[in-house]
């Protein structure tokens, strides 16, 4: 079994920053891609950023220039930096991990961006 435990959401004013955290526990012998999705009541999920089977990164346009995603050396954590952020940001944040052929999802934080 696989966890993914998601820290770092909240209430922003536009222009400002935050800093998400994705920690994956569990059985995991290997990452072939985590990243970072976001979702809008009544709208698909998609991709914000995403660390690449071979480990580039890879963002959306909406974010790209503005948004950052890194990991800790033992890859098992992963970060998202948030800057300038737009209201149009707002969206629950899902962490994801795939590894052995299987998909995990984290179970979300929002974020909130608005004056």
């Known amino acids: 079994q696989v966890h993914l435990v998601e820290s770092g959401g909240g209430l922003v004013q536009p222009g400002g920053s935050l800093k998400l955290s994705c920690a994956a526990s569990g059985n995991i012998p290997s990452i072939d891609t985590m990243g970072w999705y976001r979702q809008v009541s009544g709208k698909e999920r998609e991709m914000v950023a995403r660390f690449s089977n071979w480990g580039s990164s890879i963002y959306s346009y909406s974010v790209k220039g503005r948004f950052s995603i890194s990991r800790d050396n033992d890859e098992r954590t992963v970060f998202l930096q948030m800057n300038s952020l737009k209201t149009e940001d707002t969206a629950i944040y899902y962490c994801?991990?795939?590894?052995?052929?299987?998909?995990?999802w984290g179970q979300g934080t929002p974020v909130t961006v608005s004056s």
């Open positions: 994801y991990l795939e590894t052995s052929g299987r998909d995990y």
